[in-house]
């Protein structure tokens, strides 16, 4: 669930940092599974701290909840869950 709690089927964006998966911790990508190697690079969601290949985590955008109001990379999952929660909420994104 990426840390992210839900009620009533909504995911919501997180309120706090989350901590991140170590690089030693994380073998493969978290959604798709490839392995990671000298090319295929580990890549940390801002959101939910899990590790991601560079496709299944190349979008970027600003998470005000966490402070951040640069777009930062997170994974795709989250995207849709801090847009959607965003957008539905009316939070404004700098």
């Known amino acids: 669930n990426f840390g992210m709690s839900s009620g009533?089927?909504?995911?919501?964006?997180?309120q706090d940092k989350p901590a991140w998966q170590s690089d030693t911790e994380a073998k493969a990508?978290?959604?798709?599974?490839?392995?990671?190697?000298f090319f295929i690079r580990r890549h940390?969601?801002?959101?939910?701290?899990?590790?991601?290949?560079e496709e299944c985590s190349a979008k970027t955008c600003a998470i005000p909840q966490l402070d951040?109001?640069?777009?930062?990379?997170?994974?795709?999952?989250?995207?849709i869950t801090i847009k959607r929660t965003n957008f539905d909420f009316n939070i404004p994104e700098l």
């Open 8 to 14: 009533a089927g909504l995911a919501r964006p997180r």
């Open 29 to 37: 990508c978290q959604k798709c599974a490839t392995g990671f190697s």
């Open 44 to 53: 940390h969601c801002r959101h939910c701290g899990k590790v991601f290949c």
């Open 68 to 79: 951040m109001h640069q777009p930062v990379r997170v994974c795709d999952e989250c995207f």
